[in-house]
């Protein structure tokens, strides 16, 4: 009785690292320590006490660890009516944000019409004005409308996306006419081809574009300042700016305020990274 000769498993030897590789990887782990150390002091001051957090100076590892933080942040906070009222603000912004642009972000690739070049000058010129120029005459517009102190105060002001408008815009020229043509050839009117065709085509900029808005308005802190004084009506930014009292700031329980926060917008990076990208490599911004 033979038994079969087993061959050994050749394996490749693996390459060396080229100096080029390894100087790129030490770059890499120093730029994402750089980002990731103020996440990691933020939560290691979370587990401290009050008076060992405001400690001068600072030291990373808590001493004694502790949850109380996060105890008084939902005992004394109104973390979950805070979370709501971001949730809201933030998902109509980017509903209306999405439509908004995603029509005239095609108007202007698509269509001619008198004054084409003078509403797209104008839609550029909000690329270069600073949002905090246009707090007191958008404010005063509010107040007239009665809308203080409102959902809508904080949502419609928000609703103004030239950027958003420009990355459509260089998207949708990007689009073959051929694709339209064949679809005119066919009978079919432009606002089919619109939700049929170009809709379709775009759900990797449509994606990047509501996931920017999103966190932009999720992170918003002066407009919903500005508007509503009702404290019912506190996004997560504003609720955290409240954690104080007669002694001065909670230092342990603002960095725990501050990383639910930003727990969301961790989870839809983590879970949309892959149309983040691909919406950028799409949108022709990468070349310009």
Request: hydrophobic share 55%; net charge positive; proline share 6%.
């Amino acid at each position: 009785m033979t038994t079969a000769a087993t061959t050994p498993i050749r394996t490749k030897p693996r390459k060396r690292w080229t100096p080029s590789q390894i100087v790129l990887t030490l770059l890499g782990t120093v730029v994402s320590a750089v980002f990731v150390a103020p996440i990691a002091a933020a939560l290691l001051t979370s587990f401290k006490s009050e008076a060992e957090a405001a400690e001068i100076p600072p030291h990373w590892l808590p001493e004694a660890w502790t949850g109380q933080a996060w105890k008084a942040l939902f005992e004394t906070g109104n973390i979950t009516n805070w979370f709501v009222n971001s949730f809201v603000v933030s998902v109509c912004v980017t509903a209306v944000v999405l439509v908004v642009s995603a029509l005239a972000g095609y108007g202007f690739a698509r269509t001619e019409f008198k004054g084409k070049s003078v509403l797209m000058g104008v839609v550029m010129a909000g690329l270069m004005i600073s949002p905090a120029v246009l707090g007191v005459p958008l404010f005063t517009t509010v107040q007239q409308m009665g809308m203080v102190d409102t959902y809508w105060g904080m949502i419609l002001p928000q609703c103004a996306p030239a950027a958003m408008v420009y990355i459509l815009y260089k998207f949708f020229q990007g689009i073959p006419r051929e694709l339209e043509e064949a679809a005119f050839i066919d009978g079919a009117g432009r606002w089919r081809i619109f939700f049929t065709i170009i809709l379709p085509l775009s759900r990797p900029s449509l994606a990047a574009v509501g996931i920017f808005t999103f966190i932009s308005s999720w992170n918003n802190f002066l407009w919903p300042y500005m508007v509503t004084n009702n404290p019912d009506l506190m996004t997560m930014p504003n609720g955290i700016a409240t954690v104080m009292n007669s002694y001065g700031i909670q230092w342990a329980q603002l960095m725990a305020g501050g990383l639910m926060a930003g727990l969301p917008l961790i989870i839809v990076f983590v879970f949309f990274q892959r149309q983040i990208v691909a919406g950028v490599a799409h949108t022709g911004l990468a070349g310009q």
